[in-house]
Structures are given as structure tokens and as C-alpha cells.
């Protein structure tokens, strides 16, 4: 696969006179983690398409596989190979913060996507582009008490949530956003418990099969994103429990599948290729001197059973 593409226009001064050189950027991008879902893989491919796309662009990119350490040393490696800008989809929100301090001491602006790092590292950062993770999370909650007010449960429900890889600020911000909205908007419904799921299906199943040995009464379901939904929803299936409302944030095809099906409430409508693009762009705007935001949102509606017909299905 082809990962970058350089052009350069020069003419030399002893044949021409006169010398021009295109606006050429290298951009360095180390990833979270390709492997762990299908949202990840669509992100690089369209990143690397986009990245083709422009002529004056050329990208390194990198993937920390999850892991901290490798993440940091992806950091070292773009930093010593003197790249125009780096885009970082961090891994730990925390645990960046002294490479991207790095990036910033060496004249680099850093871009983080996706998910952003934690707030003691902003003065470090040129732009965030990607999803307002608490806003998601405030959607999520309003889906949940406007199905719960539907069904006339709203003063008695019980709600259970799991949760993204802890120190991760996606699942932070969501989890904060989900808890803070939902008392706001219905104020007698109980979240009864909270456990990580790790942004695995396989695993939050296990969280959902242990939630349900635990509680005879659970109404609802609040899942960091569609992924560990569905796992949740698989434990439901198998032990029998109907009528549980499922809500998530990050509407993946297995979600609107299960969505289609009457099985899954609602969730959060979020394009990786919107992602990806985004960021790119983001990061070719800094190195252009144009006036980025710091905080560079793109919108990420609310979908239902309801609405879901104005949607298209998810590509990953």
C-alpha cells in the first residue's frame, strides 16, 4: 500500500533564474491501535487515501498497537526524522504528554485526533480535530431518558454503563458526559453500576454476564461505543433478558445491524473517514499558517431506530 507522495517542482537558477518550490510537508501520524476495532482500520485506510490524494503531502505513518511505551518511542523516531508535524491518536492522555512536550520543544506542532490528551499537556498541542467526546456522551443520555419517558419508565429505571480502557480520554469524557446529562434530564433514573470494557466486545460481554448474575432489574445500557454494545447485547440474547434499552456512542455496522433488527436502541452517527480527513487537513492548515481552532469538532448527530433511515450503515 502506498503510504505517501512527494512532489517537488525546482528549477534551477542556472538554467531558469528563477527557483520555485511547492508548499512540501512530511506528516508523521502514530496511531492508538489499528487492530483493536474496525473503526481504527477504516480511520488508517482512509487517512492514507487522503494523504495520496494530495501531491505535496508525504506521511510516516505509525501504529502503537495500544501500547504506551511503543507510542512514546513512535514519538522519538518522528521527532528525530525531523517531521513538519506530527498527528498523535494517543493511547494514554497522561502518559503522551512528555513526548508531545518533546514534539512542541523541537518546533513540531502536534495535532492530536480522535482523542484528546489531558488538559495539562494543551499548552504542547496545535489543534484537537475529532469528536467532542462530552457532548457524545450528553446525546447518549438524552436517547436513553427520551426512550425511557416513552416507555413511561423514567421515574423507576436502572441503568448500567460500561465503560472505554481505563486512563483512555475518549472514555473519559463519554463516561462524563453520560453521567453528568442523564440525572440532568431524568433525575429518578439509578445508573446502578459502571465497569470498563475495554473498547472489546468479547470483554464487555463478560461485564454485561456479570451485571446480569448481579441485578435482576436492569432497564438500560450505556456502552462507550457500539462495539462493546453489541458484546453486551450478545450476554442479554443468551441469558434470556428482554426489554433492556441499549445505547452507545460510535454507531458501528454491528450496531446499526443490531439497530435494524429492533435489538439496539440508539447510538452516536461518527464517520472515521470524517475522522481522518479531518486530522489531515488539520494538520496541513497549521503548517499553512492558517487560523485553526484548538478544539476542531466535527459533528456527530444522534441516530435511533427512529431515524436510522437517514443514515447510511457504517463501513466498519
Given amino acids: 500500500m502506498k503510504h505517501s507522495i512527494t512532489a517537488t517542482l525546482f528549477a534551477s537558477t542556472a538554467l531558469l533564474g528563477t527557483a520555485a518550490v511547492a508548499q512540501e510537508m512530511t506528516i508523521g501520524i502514530t496511531q492508538n491501535n489499528v487492530g483493536v476495532d474496525s473503526y481504527q482500520t477504516t480511520y488508517e485506510k482512509a487517512f492514507i487515501a487522503a ?154 460481554q463478560q461485564v454485561m454476564e456479570a451485571f446480569l448474575v448481579k441485578y435482576d432489574d436492569i432497564d438500560g445500557v450505556y456502552s462507550g461505543d457500539d462495539n462493546m454494545g453489541v458484546g453486551a447485547l450478545n450476554a442479554a440474547k443468551a441469558a434470556g433478558r428482554e426489554g433492556i434499552i441499549f445505547v452507545g456512542a460510535t454507531n458501528f455496522a454491528v450496531g446499526y445491524e443490531a439497530m435494524a433488527a429492533g435489538d439496539y436502541w440508539g447510538s452516536i452517527y461518527q464517520s472515521p473517514v470524517d475522522d481522518a480527513e479531518a486530522a489531515l487537513q488539520t494538520a496541513i492548515d497549521v503548517l499553512n499558517g492558517e487560523e485553526v481552532p484548538f478544539l476542531n469538532y466535527f459533528d456527530t448527530p444522534k441516530i435511533t431506530q427512529d431515524n436510522m433511515d437517514q443514515f447510511d450503515k457504517p463501513v466498519f
Wanted: negative net charge.
Fill in 51 to 204: 494523504a495520496e490524494a494530495n501531491p505535496d503531502v508525504e506521511t510516516v505513518v505509525l501504529d502503537a498497537g495500544g501500547d504506551v511505551a511503543r507510542q512514546i518511542a513512535q514519538m522519538e523516531d518522528l521527532i528525530q526524522q525531523q517531521v513538519d508535524a506530527i498527528i498523535i491518536w494517543p493511547t494514554n492522555g497522561e502518559a503522551v504528554i512528555p513526548a508531545v512536550r518533546k514534539a512542541h520543544q523541537a518546533d513540531i506542532p502536534v495535532i492530536v485526533t480522535n482523542s484528546n490528551i489531558a488538559e495539562q499537556g494543551f499548552d504542547f498541542v496545535a489543534s484537537f480535530s475529532g469528536p467532542d467526546n462530552i457532548t457524545q456522551g450528553r446525546r447518549s443520555a438524552e436517547i436513553m431518558c427520551d426512550k425511557f419517558k416513552d416507555m413511561g419508565i423514567e421515574d423507576e429505571a436502572k441503568v448500567v454503563h460500561i465503560t472505554g480502557q481505563p486512563g483512555y480520554t475518549t472514555a473519559i469524557e463519554r463516561a462524563k458526559g453520560f453521567n453528568d446529562r442523564l440525572p440532568e434530564v431524568c433525575p429518578n433514573v439509578e445508573q446502578i453500576d459502571q465497569q470498563p470494557g475495554d473498547w472489546n466486545r468479547e470483554k464487555s
